[in-house]
């Protein structure tokens, strides 16, 4: 029997976006993320929303680009730490001890210790509601070359964070299901 | 030391959303989206990425709305058959023994079987490249009552299944790492 919850932001999964910028005077900063997703195959593209009171808001307008770090299952205190306090107040690296790496490709700066970095230009901004969505080209992924087979990244030996929204818990990736394209052929 | 893969789609994780719709003569079709997220609070919202070749792409231009159904660990050959394949082509449902379940508040379906569903009305669309973003408010979610304390959903017992974009595999959720908002409260 099925039970009504009414509106809400209720998906699993969702993810756990470490969004880095600079401000206008080169100051690094870091927020954690939840709405967001891949929205593009060609150009790649990945969307993060964010409210407008939001330091990071800020620094995407005036720096047009942004960083992607993915944390790991060990960076959870880290991660959270992220999404608790503004950038106007704190200096999240400087607290945590993380480093705050030079991107390749855009003017942001992304987590070090982190296994997952995208580096990304704004392509388009879409408002909503209290929330306003940045898309950003994926120009650049870097991994921890330890955690790739080649320029396979490995799943099980990065150990990505998922967010719950409901129960607001993080959760570790668990067990390998099955392929896709493959597992559903039979019904064809 | 970090490895560049290039400008890719690659995080994690990335969703399995099955996408409902019906077609103009009330056909209903369901598909399998990875690319896509919650995008905003209030009001709340969640976003698909599809190529305008898709079928579900077509549906949603004429009806405007559309469903979110969250598949279960156990739902995965199904979920995958729904990406293999266009209704265009199968009737997905029936194929499956599924049933496409009439919604409360938008003219979509949603499968029955699957453990949550949320119902959405398109408020804007965004061309982004390849993929079309269409930006669904979430107007109900639903859920097996059975899987849920009082109005709580319990995600270990929903088991939603996630989709690793790189090896193209799916995984479950796994164990519980902390809790948000709370324990990054140290490095205050």
Redesign the interface.
Known sequence: ???????????????V?IVGTYNEEGKPNVMTA??????????????V?LRQAAHTYSNIVVKKCFT?S?PS?KN??????????SGRN?DKFT??GLTP?KS?FVDAPYV?EFP???ECKV??S?E????T?F?G??????????L?EG???I?EK?K?????????????????????????????
């Open positions: 029997m099925k039970k009504s919850l009414g509106a809400k932001t209720l998906v699993y999964p969702t993810p976006f939840a709405w967001g997703g891949i929205c593009c195959s060609s150009p790649p593209c990945v969307s929303a992607v993915i299952e959870a205190r880290e991660a959270d730490y992220f999404g608790i306090v704190e607290i945590t790496a390749d070090q997952l970095n995208l392509i388009q879409v909503i509601g209290l929330h969505q898309i080209e994926i120009v650049d992924v870097k991994i921890d070359a330890a790739a320029d396979d990244p799943i990065i990505p964070l998922l967010y719950a929204p409901d129960s607001k818990n993080y959760y570790g990736v668990g067990e390998e299901i099955g392929r896709a394209f493959s597992i559903g052929k039979d019904f064809k």
